[in-house]
């Protein structure tokens, strides 16, 4: 399958060869480790391994999982094209790559869960998953193709919100629901303007509906029995989202930051930056810790939260 577009054309940068030793400490004193060629999303699985997807380059099929012991970094599946989110669930891990969902068991053979053709509309970019609450479902952001919405003339840069092109900007991005059987549904529909590109999805308590992150905007968004409300705005680049009882933490893959925000007050505080691409990181709630991967970087930086 040909790839949508390289790697290169979505990043707009070259990514640097790195020469560091494996470990290193940022300036804040989080410890960092290396992982290997733009690492995107991460968290716990087999055994309480933590399990990252690797986009690695431009060729399809070069994308792989890894698992990290420590300092140790293993190829643990591989096969996939540009592998994006990474959920556990149901005792697999479930990877969204492109057009299509893949289901790896423990041994690390990948199998389709679901591809374009089980998808009621045409698939551009799945993005982020999360884990349902019956353990034995997904959800998956169809963010549509991201290219309109990047300057071309510029590093990474969105069009500004309240430019032209952005009024232009297509309305196709949604959730789609799908179970470990393969069976597709929506849970979040197109043609909204709250979530033009979804991203980060996540889910809170039971009845609390479905919290998504909108790339473009930058503003996380309820749907709930049909409805959107706006809870917080100013992230623009949005990537990894989390909610707890009382934070909201996001990430931005285009400023290389990580918020916490109070769900009560809705007041926004960047508890980390300096990454250049803060992508789909990790609630580690048992460590205290978000692990945070840094796709251009090609490392995961452990921070530690209260």
Not at 126 to 148: I, R, W, Y
Not at 167 to 178: A, E, F, R, S
Request: glycine share 10%; hydrophobic share 40%.
């Amino acid at each position: 399958m040909s790839r949508l577009f390289s790697l290169s054309q979505l990043l707009l940068i070259s990514v640097a060869t790195f020469t560091l030793s494996n470990t290193r400490l940022l300036a804040e004193g989080h410890k960092s480790i290396n992982v290997g060629k733009n690492p995107e999303s991460v968290c716990r699985g087999f055994g309480g391994k933590l399990y990252v997807t690797m986009i690695n380059g431009d060729e399809p099929g070069d994308g792989t999982i890894v698992s990290v012991e420590g300092e140790n970094v293993t190829v643990f599946a591989k096969g996939f094209n540009a592998p994006k989110g990474l959920v556990f669930v149901g005792d697999h891990l479930v990877t969204a790559d492109e057009t299509t969902l893949w289901k790896v068991d423990k041994a690390g053979t990948a199998t389709k869960l679901a591809e374009a053709k089980n998808f009621p509309q045409p698939i551009e970019f799945l993005n982020d998953v999360v884990a349902g609450h019956d353990d034995a479902s997904v959800l998956v952001s169809e963010m549509s193709s991201p290219k309109p919405m990047f300057d071309p003339d510029g590093d990474r840069r969105l069009w500004d919100l309240n430019s032209d092109h952005a009024k232009t900007l297509p309305n196709k991005g949604c959730i789609y629901k799908v179970t470990l059987k393969g069976e597709v549904t929506v849970a979040v529909p197109a043609g909204n303007p709250a979530i033009r590109f979804p991203n980060g999805v996540t889910l809170g308590a039971e009845g609390e509906g479905i919290f998504v992150g909108d790339f473009f905007s930058g503003e996380i968004v309820n749907y709930k029995d049909g409805k959107y409300t706006t809870l917080a705005t100013g992230m623009r680049g949005i990537d990894g989202l989390t909610v707890t009882k009382d934070h909201f933490y996001a990430s931005s893959w285009t400023q290389g930051k990580v918020w916490k925000v109070d769900r009560k007050t809705r007041n926004a505080t960047v508890i980390l930056e300096g990454l250049k691409s803060a992508a789909d990181f990790y609630f580690d709630a048992k460590n205290h810790q978000l692990v945070v991967p840094d796709m251009i970087s090609g490392t995961l930086t452990f921070l530690p939260i209260k």
